[in-house]
Nanobody, 122 residues
């Protein structure tokens, strides 16, 4: 089973930017459809952005315009670029793999990372 690991969180001032990274390791060679979720204290975890195995991206209404999800050419890492950060973006950000693909086959998976904390404060 692959492990999903996030990185790139931190403390940022309002208006700043961050790029979060997510990689899957330990599984078979291939690539994953990934979603970025976030969970603020006292709130439910919500999906903010998703990229399919084919590269199609989608965003929640709250993420449109400031969040960009992308994948590197090697298909080993998925990124979440967050621009013009707001205090309301403060949350733990989680990466979730929901589909694995190789050159021969695709199938559903369910792998969560441990999360990376983003804090937006002056």
């Amino acid at each position: 089973q692959a492990q999903v690991v996030e990185s790139g969180g931190g403390l940022v001032q309002p208006g700043g930017s961050l790029r979060l990274s997510c990689g899957a390791s330990g599984g078979p060679s291939g690539w994953y459809a990934m979603g970025w979720y976030r969970q603020a204290p006292g709130k439910q975890r919500e999906l903010v952005a998703h990229i399919t195995s084919g590269g199609t991206t989608s965003y929640s209404d709250s993420a449109k315009g400031r969040f960009t999800i992308s994948r590197d050419k090697a298909k080993t890492t998925v990124y979440l670029q967050i621009d013009n950060l707001e205090p309301e973006d403060t949350a733990a950000y989680y990466c979730h793999a929901d589909e694995y693909c190789s050159v021969l086959v695709c199938y559903d998976v369910n792998y969560w990372g441990q999360g990376t904390q983003v804090t937006v404060s002056s």
